[in-house]
C-alpha cells in the first residue's frame, strides 16, 4: 500500500499487452510476492529516468514516455535526489504522470495540482490524492486548510474518492 488510496501491484510486461500475475505464477515460478516485487522494483530502476521536466526551482514532472511514470514514486532514493523544499510530496494522478514537489513549496503545490486535475480528466486516471514521503514510507497528505492551494486539492480528493466510490458501487451492484 502507498496511502490510503494507491497500491503497487505485479504485472507480466509484454510487448502488446500487461498481465497481472497471480499467486499460481509466482508459485509456478518458486518466487515469493517480495522476492518478485524486489526484482520488478530493481527493473523499474535499471530502466532508469528518460527526462523529467524541472518547473521553476523545485517541480517535476517524470516523462519516461513508457507507462510506469507512476510507479517511479517507488524509487524513493530517485525521488529523495530531487532538489525540493520540504518532505517530497507527489501525485501519482495518471499511469503516465508523477508530479512531485516539496511540502513546503506553495507555488509547486499549486502546479501539480493543477497538472493532476488536467490528468483526471483523461482516460485511465489513477489518483489525485498526494502522498508524503515520511522516512521510506509513502502516506496521505494534504495542505492545512489556509494553504493557497487547498481548495484544488480538496477538489482532487472529492473527484478521487468519487472515482473509487463509482468503482466499488459498480462492483457491488454486479456481484449482489
Known sequence: LLGDHLAAGLVYDLPESMRTLSREDLESWDVSYFEAFEAAVDNLREAGMTGYAKIGTGTYSLLAGDCYNAARLL????????????????????????????????????????????????????????????????????PPDDHPAAGDFTLLEIRSLAEEYGCQKEILERDH
Open 75 to 142: 524509487l524513493v532514493d530517485f525521488i529523495r535526489g530531487l532538489e525540493v523544499s520540504g518532505d517530497p510530496v507527489v501525485i501519482a494522478s495518471h499511469r503516465d504522470s508523477l508530479h512531485v514537489t516539496g511540502s513546503d513549496d506553495d507555488t509547486g503545490l499549486g502546479l501539480i495540482a493543477k497538472l493532476a486535475l488536467k490528468d483526471l480528466e483523461s482516460a485511465r486516471p489513477l489518483s489525485g490524492i498526494p502522498l508524503r514521503l515520511v522516512g521510506d514510507d509513502w502516506e496521505t497528505w494534504l
